[in-house]
T-cell receptor
Framework: GAVVSQHPSWVICKSGTSVKIECRSL??????MFWYRQFPKQSLMLMAT?????????EQGVEKDKFLINHASLTLSTLTVTSAHPEDSSFYIC??????????FGPGTRLTVT | QKEVEQNSGPLSVPEGAIASLNCTYS??????FFWYRQYSGKSPELIMF????GDKEDGRFTAQLNKASQYVSLLIRDSQPSDSATYLC??????????FGTGTRLTIIP
């Protein structure tokens, strides 16, 4: 199946700093990528839909100025958590949609804000 | 009513038995239905999807869809300890977004 990578796989940062997470589709082009957040023992929560060449579409309740998404190319989307706080600590997962509309998940990035 | 509902479990099944996971959805316009498996600390991986009424089999897994009842299920035959995970049901309504249920935690007892 298709491969989606995320970098970094885990990151620890201090409160108030910003963190960038990369999502790459390695063997296919993805016009659409999704960003999810998952807290412990909870399901995936869609944060935003990232479309190549256009602004991301954020779900209700997700602050677009705090979670900056850039879909710079057909294989790369980035999520920047700005001015991170401990409550932003979570498991962030991206997914990419291929030409057959199948969605493949990245391995996730575990963010810990101290 | 939640868009996609699953029993959170935990569901315990003896090794070798059939595990049955259920999911209901509220939007009758939903088009495709997905089952993902998620191990603790890992991202979800697609097991199978179904979009037509009836059964779809893939190895030990069978997905069942009943659009009239707005119900989709996943059967796992000959359950193995490695099947112990959280199973997520997801629904696609044709707008590219998937809507996930909260997941059912399955434990296979050796």
């Amino acid at each position: 199946g298709a491969v989606v990578s995320q970098h970094p796989s885990w990151v620890i940062c201090k409160s108030g700093t910003s963190v960038k997470i990369e999502c790459r589709s390695l063997d296919f082009q993805a016009t659409t990528m999704f960003w999810y957040r998952q807290f412990p023992k909870q399901s995936l929560m869609l944060m935003a839909t990232s479309n190549e060449g256009s602004k991301a579409t954020y779900e209700q309740g997700v602050e677009k100025d705090k979670f900056l998404i850039n879909h710079a190319s057909l294989t790369l989307s980035t999520l920047t958590v700005t001015s991170a706080h401990p409550e932003d600590s979570s498991f962030y997962i991206c997914s990419a949609v291929d030409e057959a509309y199948e969605q493949y998940f990245g391995p996730g990035t575990r963010l810990t804000v101290t | 009513q939640k868009e996609v509902e699953q029993n959170s479990g935990p569901l315990s099944v003896p090794e070798g038995a059939i595990a049955s996971l259920n999911c209901t959805y509220s939007d009758r316009g939903s088009q495709s239905f997905f089952w993902y498996r998620q191990y603790s600390g890992k991202s979800p991986e697609l097991i199978m999807f179904i979009y037509s009424n009836g059964d779809k089999e893939d190895g030990r897994f069978t997905a069942q869809l009943n659009k009239a009842s707005q119900y989709v299920s996943l059967l796992i035959r000959d359950s193995q300890p490695s099947d112990s995970a959280t199973y997520l049901c997801a629904v696609w309504r044709g707008n590219e977004k998937l809507t996930f249920g909260t997941g059912t935690r399955l434990t296979i007892i050796p």
